[in-house]
């Protein structure tokens, strides 16, 4: 029954495709895994998971504090340079300051708490009550409060040292409604050491929220407490302030909820400072690596190796080996026999890969049957332009303009003449390319049409205009010539008068257009439907059009416009 069982499995695993065989695998090797895991979780992990996050939440605090205290240390600095300053002692020590003291006080308060981003008011006061200030926004003083003995009697028991409250103690606001920090200390006379003033520097909560800012997360949350326990500005859970409770301890921790959504909740009193930083940590698994697991950590790596062995052998046997067998099978193509594979292969992606590679070979083989058609109609289109082009009568009128000239003209106009003979006939062959460029078909068309005008005198005129950046592009060969010779012999000398032909070649969008125009007898809407359909009178035309369309695989690649008895524009569009 066992074994029975076993082979259904084996053949419906075989039925499978890849995909899901390789899918099934991994998800057995996962489970594996997970089971590991739990059983190293419940057992180790569990254990130490706690006292790790522990003490890194200890040394967030610390590090918070030091943070703290570091910036306080800043601004302390910037005190002594503020009340060391020879503006603002000489503004303290007037018996009755000036406009002018007073303006240089502030300007060296201004000066010196340039530099410092979390100034927002600097307050000096002199012992008779009068005061100079500089803010950043609107702060509104309690002149009640700075009178009070007991608020100043505090900052003057610091015995030159500063003091830390929050709003002053009540003294200054923000309009914003945003807590200030402020730092206070007596202004003692460098000379006498005896107090002359009174210097309050207001700093914005950023302070704060600095200390802590690179630590917190989602996992993470700080807030701080003044020296009374009261939050500043900072929203907290109802429930989680609720549970902590802040006593004289410099720092405490707890924690609640259950283990898989567990928080702690801790607090530290910041080293001469009023505030406290308290913090809402949830424990992280990921951060966690047990420090007394080593044969845990062996144990998974010769788990891995297994597995890796066994997907190696799986692979081998479903994946590498079939698509070896596959590939062998289709190199035969490389020899040249294009022949459909007969291996039997899984009804899998590589079975799949078989059946669309031999229904490839079939399509290839058609394309290849088309392109030799194609390729036949091309060479034929190219012998019938070179039988066009090399008509003997072309040759031995033009040899006979020739020695008509020998007779009557000079020396010169016969060696002309033999010469843009010779030069057409060089340009034509363009040493068996297939390909010129448009400079040379358009010399081409220069010589040819040099040599014409030997044989009919003055009935025709040529006028180029060319694009100069465009004459080093290719195209495929004797594309104009057969065009011109159209615009003569079935334009202009049906006309019976002198005609021009002009060629232009430009840009215009992705296309160069090559115009050929005639002032010759043109054609009207039927003659221009059946341009294409006539084999004869049109041969140059036709093949002219079928070679371009076959060398850039487009139809689209000419336009004919024509008014009976006036002239005809053949414009042809070679895709850049």
Not at 524 to 548: P, V
Request: hydrophobic content about 40%; aromatic content about 12%; glycine content about 6%.
């Amino acid at each position: 029954m066992k074994r029975h069982m076993a082979r259904r499995m084996k053949k419906w695993f075989l039925t499978q495709k890849l995909k899901d065989k390789v899918r099934y695998l991994f998800l057995g090797i996962i489970g594996l895994y997970l089971v590991l895991f739990v059983f190293i979780y419940i057992f180790f992990i569990k254990r130490s998971m706690l006292n790790y996050t522990l003490e890194s939440n200890y040394n967030t605090m610390i590090s918070i504090g030091n943070n703290l205290n570091s910036e306080l240390s800043t601004i302390n600095s910037m005190s002594k340079l503020l009340t060391g300053n020879s503006n603002i002692n000489t503004y303290l020590l007037k018996d009755k300051p000036g406009t002018r003291f007073s303006h240089n006080a502030i300007t060296s308060m201004y000066d010196i708490t340039n530099t410092f981003k979390y100034v927002s008011s600097v307050y000096l006061y002199r012992l008779d009550g009068k005061y100079i200030h500089i803010t950043n926004g609107i702060t509104i003083v309690n002149q009640y409060i700075l009178e009070e003995e007991e608020w100043f009697k505090e900052i003057v028991d610091a015995r030159g040292g500063y003091v830390l409250d929050v709003n002053g103690g009540g003294a200054f606001f923000r309009k914003s409604g945003k807590p200030l920090i402020s730092f206070m200390r007596i202004v003692n006379d460098i000379e006498t050491q005896q107090p002359i003033g009174l210097m309050i520097i207001n700093l914005s909560d950023d302070i704060l929220k600095d200390s802590y800012k690179d630590m917190t997360s989602d996992d993470k949350q700080f807030y701080y407490y003044d020296k009374n326990l009261k939050l500043i500005n900072q929203g907290i859970d109802t429930e989680l302030e609720r549970d902590i409770e802040i006593t004289s301890k410099t720092f405490n921790q707890t924690t609640i909820g259950p283990f898989g959504n567990k928080k702690i909740l801790s607090y530290y009193h910041i080293p001469e400072t009023p505030f406290v930083i308290a913090g809402i940590e949830k424990m992280s698994y990921v951060e966690f690596i047990p420090s007394n697991a080593t044969w845990i950590i062996i144990s998974l790596i010769i788990l891995t190796i297994l597995s890796l062995i066994l997907i190696g052998l799986f692979i081998s046997m479903y994946i590498t080996t079939p698509i070896e067998r596959l590939v062998q099978s289709m190199d035969v193509a490389k020899r040249g026999w294009l022949r459909r594979v007969s291996l039997k292969l899984p009804d899998d992606e590589i079975g799949h890969l078989k059946n669309s590679y031999n229904n490839m070979l079939v399509a290839i083989n058609q394309l290849i049957n088309e392109l030799l058609e194609n390729e036949k109609a091309m060479q034929k289109a190219e012998l019938d332009v070179l039988q066009e082009q090399i008509k003997p009568h072309f040759l031995y009128n033009t040899l006979d303009t020739i020695a008509y000239l020998a007779l009557q003209e000079s020396s010169e106009n016969v060696y002309d003449a033999i010469e843009t003979l010779g030069n057409f006939y060089r340009r034509f062959l363009s040493k068996g390319s297939k390909v010129i460029s448009i400079r040379d078909e358009v010399a081409i068309v220069k010589d040819y049409l040099k040599l014409q005008k030997l044989r009919y005198d003055d009935i025709i005129e040529d006028e180029y205009d060319l694009c100069d950046d465009l004459l080093e592009v290719h195209v495929p060969k004797l594309i104009l010539q057969p065009l011109v010779e159209n615009s003569i012999y079935h334009g202009i000398r049906l006309k019976g008068e002198k005609g021009l032909i002009k060629i232009s070649v430009f840009q215009k969008d992705d296309f160069i257009h090559i115009v050929v125009y005639d002032s010759g007898v043109g054609m009207n809407e039927e003659q221009l439907d059946q341009i294409m359909q006539d084999n004869n009178k049109s041969f140059g035309f036709k093949g002219t059009i079928e070679r371009i369309q076959y060398y850039y695989g487009k139809e689209d690649v000419f336009e004919i416009k024509s008014v009976e008895g006036i002239y005809t524009e053949i414009d042809l569009k070679i895709p850049l």
